[in-house]
């Protein structure tokens, strides 16, 4: 199964969470933040605004930053995944 994501939507796969930290301590499951860092696994085919389409400025592969809150939580098989809007990447990590 695979996620085609509509109009400016971006699915993402998230990255894990730090599990120690610089000094060594081992993080819970619960004191793990979730990371705001991922791949692009899949782009849409861009939004419309006024009659014009809007090119969409990630690829698959690339690694972002995105918005702390934003998109939806998916589960697929064994893989979780974020689906975002374009506007909710805040940037692309090179």
């Known amino acids: 199964m ?10 993402l796969k998230m990255s894990e969470a730090e599990e120690t930290t610089k000094s060594g301590i081992i993080l819970t499951a619960q004191a ?11 782009v849409g085919p861009g939004a419309v605004v006024d009659g014009e389409k809007v090119p969409m400025e990630v690829k698959p592969g690339d690694k972002v930053i995105y918005a702390r809150y934003a998109g939806t939580e998916v589960k697929l098989g064994e893989e979780e995944y974020i689906i975002v809007k374009q506007s909710d990447i805040l940037a692309v990590v090179e």
């Not at 996620?3 to 400016?8: A, F, Q, R, S, T």
């Open 2 to 11: 695979k996620l085609l994501p509509l109009g400016d939507r971006v699915v």
């Open 32 to 42: 793990k933040e979730k990371p705001q860092y991922a791949e692009v696994i899949e």
